[in-house]
């Protein structure tokens, strides 16, 4: 690939511009609402956020992603200027974990890698619209992955190139793990596991094992019990945390169910079949070398890892497309890392065309869907704020259903409905019947 940095400016930028369109129109839906309730009636604040933490923790989310959820609704341009860079890391991160270093703004198969990661995950990732830009999701759970993909990264570059002691790095790694186990039930497990996997895995290959990586998987999994653990947990999703042992809720569910649960996100998989085929193809006919044992590992515990994350849904009480994401786009760049190394000659320019078209495509239909969503919000916003006190107000509904590209019509449900009356001061909010 010719000037490979080329490459790599025209694929930032077109993201970054339209992530950060995709971001300035997206509409207050959902429990968004809440989160704008309380800028309306609070100041951002170091002693409002360290309240709202400790609430949290005790009576309802505890993860610290509701706290990221709570700055990007700031008033102001911040989710414009913080997300897209945000997301943007996310990718670049999952690049990183793949080959086991940095990407090089030097190197075409990097940029190509890259691209192909963003563009799988932009096809088969559960949700992808709200994952990227709906707030409640993307900071509890999109924003809450990048962080742990950087704490495993360390471990995923040791493997790749051993380095020293490091003893500086231990202390970080101890704050990172805290924050990083923090984060999310369902994937607390497997990022922990595949961290305990690849310690194994250097002392087997007669590696010492440095300060850093057991400082790492013990702040890990502090912060994991800590979740786990914290009161609020009892009171999530209005006690139903509680009606079901683990394995009741496995139980409950029944064989249909729980395969249904695991079918789901293999089953989303399906437009990379294009890829792999093309990469099967590639690799029969050019008869390329295999990639280094320790890559091969590599790939296959961050499959693994997110089979793990699958799995561990299984015990949990609720299971949606946001729970998925994290398990697909690690698949996505598992599999992308392998079939790039496969491509050579015309199969590397067929890909890089596909993967560039696909991109685009993808990025045009979310500012698509987000400029249309930002101009209802608009209107329903100036609506309701112009609604006499005590007045019921009519709204249009939204051109754009629920899809994997948006949230959909939130106003369907009465109490969104009764929350924004609130919000305004008004006697109630009715949706238009369409024509």
């Known amino acids: 690939m010719h000037r490979p940095w080329i490459w790599w400016l025209a694929a930032l930028a077109a993201m970054w511009l339209a992530f950060a369109l995709c971001a300035h129109w997206e509409p207050v839906v959902g429990d968004g609402w809440g989160h704008y309730t309380w800028h309306r009636q609070k100041s951002v604040g170091l002693a409002a956020l360290w309240d709202e933490l400790v609430w949290g923790w005790k009576h309802g989310n505890p993860r610290p992603g509701q706290i990221l959820t709570l700055l990007a609704f700031t008033p102001g341009p911040w989710h414009v200027l913080v997300t897209p860079p945000a997301l943007i890391a996310l990718f670049y991160l999952l690049t990183a974990l793949v080959l086991g270093r940095w990407p090089s703004l030097r190197r075409g198969d990097d940029a190509l890698l890259f691209v192909a990661i963003v563009a799988l995950a932009g096809v088969c990732a559960p949700q992808l619209g709200p994952m990227l830009f709906y707030r409640p999701m993307s900071g509890n759970y999109t924003f809450t992955l990048a ?55 250097f002392r087997r290959r007669g590696d010492r094992i440095p300060a850093w990586m057991i400082a790492g998987v013990v702040g890990f999994v502090a912060g994991l019990a800590l979740l786990l653990l914290a009161p609020g947990q009892d ?60 890559d091969r ?110 949230w959909g019509e939130d106003l369907d449900a009465p109490n969104k409905r009764e929350e924004a009356a ?11 019947a369409r024509d």
């Open 147 to 201: 962080l742990n993909l950087a704490w495993l990264l360390p471990y995923r570059f040791h493997a790749a190139a051993p380095r020293g002691e490091r003893l500086w790095l231990a202390p970080v790694m101890v704050a990172l793990g805290l924050g990083a186990g923090f984060c999310n039930e369902h994937t607390g497990p497997a990022f922990a596991a595949g961290a305990v996997v690849a310690i194994v895995a």
């Open 235 to 294: 009171a999530r999703y209005g006690g139903l945390a509680q009606e079901a042992s683990m394995l009741g809720r496995i139980a409950e569910r029944g064989a249909g169910g729980n395969l249904r649960a695991l079918w789901r996100p293999v089953l989303a998989m399906w437009p990379a079949l294009p890829v792999l085929a093309l990469a099967l193809v590639a690799r029969h006919r050019a008869r390329r070398p295999a990639l280094e044992r320790t």
């Open 297 to 406: 590992i590599a790939l296959a515990v961050i499959a693994g890892a997110g089979a793990a994350i699958v799995l561990t849904l299984l015990v949990s009480p609720k299971i949606g497309g946001r729970l998925y994401f994290a398990a697909c786009v690690l698949w996505c760049a598992a599999l992308a890392r392998w079939a790039v190394a496969q491509l050579s000659g015309w199969y590397r320019t067929a890909a890089a065309v596909a993967a560039g078209a696909t991109l685009g495509a993808v990025l045009a239909i979310l500012v698509a869907v987000y400029r249309d969503a930002g101009g209802v919000n608009e209107a329903r916003l100036a609506a309701l704020a112009a609604g006499p006190r005590g007045a019921v107000v009519h709204l249009e509904r939204r051109h754009a259903a629920g899809s994997r590209w948006f």
């Open 422 to 432: 609130a919000i305004f001061g008004l006697a109630g909010v009715e949706l238009r």
